[in-house]
């Protein structure tokens, strides 16, 4: 087969269409061929009437069974040309032409057989049917070949322009389904935040616990086996409850308040003023592990880490803020930083943004999205038993 170089091409009965697609539009157009021929014959030969009584045109019937008889020659021409496609030009131009003058050539000799079958009378059969006149049969057999020829090429150009836009809208819900894939795979590691060593010096802060406070500790066991239970959940989901978040949150800062003893101190917002909205799942854990860990680095001081929500014109706004050594270099486009960017950047399209910067002795970070008041549809949804538990740990 010569094929256009895609792979696609050789997909469905015939150059990317069904075959119900092929039969339906190559019948709906030899139907529109027939009418057309039996009405322009039938308005010829009434107007001939008036002026002879020689028939010229053959009858209606016959000439309806003639195109009934050329429709199987017609699907076979239609469905050869569309599995030789056109590409080498050079060898496929010339075999197109050839299936074309092929189908034109069988025409008049379908014509002649039409009145053999339906067993007309050499009186009502036309007169060039029915005289030994060589010269004038080849006459009409040319003027029928120049009458099915156009039609065969608009027919075909009909069926091959049906083909190519079945393959682009084919490719197209291809194209989406591979960026919805990439997007999932992408915002699925982008999630999964919660940096190995932080998790390494929680269980640290626990076993020094366990000689000489193990209560506490069994409940910093539960806290962490809590806090993981939520990250695993999700992780498996593209959007989460703001107050599912800010749950989160209070998690993990209520471990590191138990880690880093009275240094910490921490201020969340009521969770009976937090709005109803929906936020990318595990948005704001990498602003707040960088509150800490960046706010706790270079001096012995008290930090305190806060986390704010307000409204504005269906906007959310989240502000995470950190005091900070005031000596300390501050860094605006760390890995955690650029993970929630680029999650807002996939998530929502240019409508979502991040700004962080230092302001005196405090780092403030900003997000600013659209609230969203429904549950969003999840980018993929795997179907059951194909759905992994998300285990990756990555760094901030």
């Known amino acids: 087969m010569i094929g256009t170089g895609s792979p696609q091409s050789s997909h469905g009965f015939a150059g990317g269409l069904t075959q119900v697609q092929f039969l339906t539009i190559v019948c709906l157009f030899w139907v529109y061929v027939t009418l057309s021929n039996l009405l322009y014959s039938y308005s010829m030969g009434a107007e001939l009437a008036r002026m002879t009584s020689v028939i010229v045109f053959a009858t209606w019937d016959t000439r309806l069974l003639q195109h009934l ?57 036309p ?147 937090v709005p109803a909205v929906w936020v990318p799942s595990l948005i704001l854990q990498p602003l707040i592990e960088n509150a800490v860990v960046h706010g706790m680095a270079g001096h012995q001081g008290i930090v305190t880490v806060s986390v704010a929500v307000s409204m504005a014109n269906e906007t959310l706004m989240l502000r995470v803020t950190n005091s900070m050594f005031v000596e300390r270099t501050a860094v605006a486009h760390g890995i955690g930083l650029k993970n929630v960017r680029e999650r807002m950047a996939v998530q929502f399209e240019g409508r979502a943004g991040l700004t962080a910067g230092a302001h005196g002795s405090e780092w403030i970070s900003e997000i600013s999205m659209p609230a969203i008041r429904e549950s969003p549809p999840a980018i993929r949804e795997a179907p059951p038993g194909e759905k992994l538990p998300a285990r990756t740990l990555l760094g901030t």
Request: no cysteine; glycine share 4%.
């Open 127 to 273: 007169e060039p049917l029915h005289t030994a006149s060589e010269p004038l049969s080849i006459t009409l057999w040319l003027a029928s070949f120049v009458s099915f020829l156009p039609s065969y090429g608009f027919g075909l150009a009909l069926v091959t322009g049906l083909a190519l836009y079945t393959r682009f809208r084919d490719s197209e819900v291809r194209l989406g389904a591979l960026e919805r894939e990439w997007s999932a795979a992408r915002l699925a590691a982008l999630r999964m935040q919660l940096s190995p060593h932080t998790l390494f010096n929680l269980l640290h802060t626990i076993r020094g616990h366990i000689e000489w406070d193990p209560k506490a500790a069994q409940s910093m066991v539960v806290q962490l086996a809590d806090l993981l239970r939520r990250l695993l959940n999700a992780g498996e989901r593209d959007f989460s409850r703001l107050a599912d978040e800010l749950q989160f949150a209070r998690l993990y800062l209520e471990l590191q308040q138990r880690r880093f003893a009275d240094r910490l101190l921490v201020n969340l917002p009521n969770p009976h003023e």
């Open 69 to 125: 008889l050329l429709l199987p020659m017609l699907l076979v021409s239609f469905w050869a040309s569309l599995k030789v496609q056109w590409r080498p030009i050079l060898v496929a131009l010339p075999l197109q032409l050839i299936l074309g003058a092929v189908f034109a050539a069988m025409a008049y000799p379908v014509m002649i057989l039409s009145h053999l079958i339906m067993d007309a009378e050499p009186s009502h059969m």
